[in-house]
């Protein structure tokens, strides 16, 4: 895993340390806010090292932006299974350019479909998803927890 360079950020392979720092920093913020998940508890998923599924540290002139992390191998395509961007970083193309490469990278070994799941009422982030040309194809209730549900949405990949 390798560092990628993006429109203005990065993205480096995750750290303990930089899990460290963003981890507590987006357990503030919605969906893991809501769900009370604990910087903790996001630190620890954001360090873990496993196979087939990348972490990186999103940083913006050298400064923690936010997390994501990939699942690779997932229905015949990879699944978006984590992005977080910190408040001061939103709404400054930071997502919608991690959308290109992520869909850049899907076809470059011949993926058919993108997947990612939000919150339904993280609607911020669905109409983000949307806007990047995913649809809404099942809702999950009670996956995360009880009385709340997610909204699967898929980017089926067209031959160009």
Wanted: charged share 20%.
């Amino acid at each position: 895993m390798k560092a990628v360079r993006l429109k203005g950020f990065d993205l480096e392979p995750m750290t303990p340390v930089a899990a460290k720092t963003v981890g507590p920093l987006l357990s503030r913020i919605d969906p893991w806010a809501r769900y009370a998940y604990t910087g903790e508890a996001l630190t620890a998923f954001l360090a873990n090292e496993e196979a087939g599924a990348p972490r990186f540290a999103i940083k913006a002139d050298r400064v923690i932006a936010g997390a994501i992390s990939i699942r690779n191998n997932w229905l015949r395509g990879p699944y978006l299974q984590f992005l977080g961007i910190l408040p001061g970083y939103q709404s400054h193309g930071i997502g919608g350019a991690i959308l290109d490469w992520f869909e850049s990278e899907a076809r470059s070994i011949g993926a058919q479909n993108l997947w990612v799941a939000a919150s339904e009422f993280n609607t911020r982030a669905l109409s983000f998803y949307e806007k990047h040309g995913f649809n809404r194809i099942a809702t999950l209730s009670d996956l995360v927890v009880e009385g709340s549900s997610e909204i699967l949405l898929r980017k089926h990949l067209t031959a160009d």
